[in-house]
């Protein structure tokens, strides 16, 4: 008989041999041919619901074969062939029958099949596995047909650095039901789990978009261990809003300058510009700041001032023109650090009218700055023109030099002029061969502009003493793509 023909002779009579003998001996010719009967014999069924005995078993043989080929066949039926909630449970039983390298298969077939009957006995093998893999799978099934009772067995998947912990995190994203989310909250908020895990766990409700998570968040934001803190400031900074601007304010008052208060004014300043609800946010910042006392205000203005509006400029002008040296110092700060170009008419004046070393300091670090940013309300020629105004008023090779490393964010061919005018300036070159090289990286602006590209690169070629400048000018100038190395 041919391999055909025991195959149709299968579908008609699945796993019976003469007289309605059970039969488990089968032939067939490729593997495409094995899938199809497996399917076909899945769709003979007792109920409706559930795949004929005869078929299950067929599947279940299948797995449990030596032969790797016949193995990928039982796979391939759990996955999309024989169906049921009773089927399922039978697969999931061999989870604990079989090795490591077949639990692992079965597993990423389990959750590719859908059905949350696998929860069970996946749970059960996250808790006896000690195979890496096939712990990270179960963790995959658990995430994609689990909920809040699969949550603790995700969580303990975080302690284990590595390929697990991915596993664990990237489940505990997916799980859904409508008491997983609260079940996180739950295990973040407790003071039992490690600051690392509870730190993980805080990262994955602001992923998750959590806005419940948001009272823990601002808990979390005073908590003593680092970790835990940057976490809280980080998902604030996701998810924050005017009502977490006050826990916000406190953490970068109780955070000493540099590192802790850093993460905390970037949370702050980006629930008061970006996120949704912002101008509210913005709002009751500048009440909580006019509040504040001296030292507190001192603290937060920087951040005051990333956020801008003319509620803060208006206290701002009122810094600056103070006669008290110190506090004209702060106003001169915070307009260095204005998020747009509304204020260079400000910076210019004060940097014509000031001979103090320090202040000048400021001033052109602010312009330098402001000037070639893309989002500052400027077009390309008003930028470059308020660069250009600042290199006016640098007294020093170092701001100048810096004015020129900032051009090359203006991708002109006015921004090549420029720079290009100080290749044969001893104290200036070096920067300005930095900017024309990054100038000539954009193609279309290099390829519209050819000629002058080429006098330019060929000053670089000769006068940088960066051999990767160097080594780029070369590149652009026969129209070739460089990438930068890696590390």
């Not at 602006?445 to 990767?468: M, Q, S």
Request: glycine share 8%; proline share 5%.
């Amino acid at each position: 008989m041919s391999c055909h023909t025991v195959s149709r002779s299968f579908v008609r009579h699945p796993l019976s041999g003469p007289a309605g003998r059970p039969r488990r001996e089968w032939r067939v010719c490729s593997r495409a041919a094995a899938v199809a009967l497996v399917i076909a014999c899945g769709a003979v069924r007792t109920h409706a619901a559930d795949a004929s005995p005869e078929a299950i078993d067929l599947v279940v043989d299948l797995l449990r074969d030596e032969d790797p080929g016949r193995r990928a066949i039982g796979v391939e039926a759990v996955r999309h062939g024989v169906r049921g909630a009773v089927a399922t449970r039978r697969f999931a039983e061999l989870l604990a029958q079989v090795d490591a390298g077949r639990q692992a298969a079965l597993l990423a077939a389990l959750a590719e099949r859908g059905d949350v009957a696998a929860v069970p006995a996946t749970t059960a093998i996250v808790a006896a596995a000690t195979d890496p893999a096939v712990r990270g799978a179960a963790y995959r099934v658990l995430g994609t047909l689990g909920g809040a009772a699969e949550v603790p067995a995700l969580v303990g998947g975080l302690a284990v650095p590595g390929a697990e912990q991915a596993a664990a995190l990237r489940a505990l994203q997916m799980i859904r039901g409508p008491q997983a989310a609260a079940a996180i909250r739950e295990a973040a908020a407790s003071m039992s789990q490690p600051p690392a895990t509870r730190a993980a766990l805080l990262r994955i409700l602001a992923e998750r978009r959590d806005r419940a998570a948001l009272p823990l968040f601002v808990t979390a934001a005073a908590a003593e261990d680092g970790g835990l803190r940057r976490a809280a400031l980080e998902s604030l900074a996701s998810l924050g809003g005017a009502a977490e601007v006050a826990g916000v304010v406190q953490a970068v008052l109780a955070a000493a300058p540099g590192g802790d208060r850093d993460v905390a004014e970037r949370a702050l300043v980006t629930i008061c510009t970006t996120n949704p609800g912002h101008p509210a946010a913005a709002e009751r910042f500048l009440t909580r700041f006019r509040e504040a006392s001296d030292t507190e205000r001192e603290a937060l203005l920087p951040a005051l001032a990333r956020v801008g509006g003319p509620g803060t400029l208006a206290v701002v002008d009122a810094l600056v023109a103070d006669a008290d040296s110190s506090r004209r110092r702060l106003g001169l700060k915070a307009l260095s650090l204005w998020p747009d170009a509304s204020v260079a008419g400000r910076l210019l004046d004060q940097l014509g009218r000031t001979d103090d070393a320090a202040e000048r300091d400021v001033l052109v670090g602010g312009l330098i700055r402001i000037a070639p940013r893309p989002d500052n309300g400027l077009n390309d020629a008003g930028r470059l023109d308020l660069l250009r105004k600042t290199m006016d008023l640098c007294r020093r090779d170092e701001d100048r030099a810096r004015v020129l490393e900032r051009a090359n964010a203006i991708r002109t061919i006015e921004a090549l002029r420029f720079v290009a005018g100080y290749l044969d300036d001893p104290a200036l070159a070096q920067p300005a061969c930095l900017s024309v090289v990054e100038l000539a990286h954009h193609q279309k602006l290099r390829e519209d502009h050819k000629p002058e590209f080429t006098t330019a690169l060929d000053k670089v070629i000769v006068t940088a003493k960066n051999a990767e400048h160097v080594e780029r000018a070369q590149a652009y100038k026969a129209g070739k793509t460089w990438e930068r190395k890696k590390g």
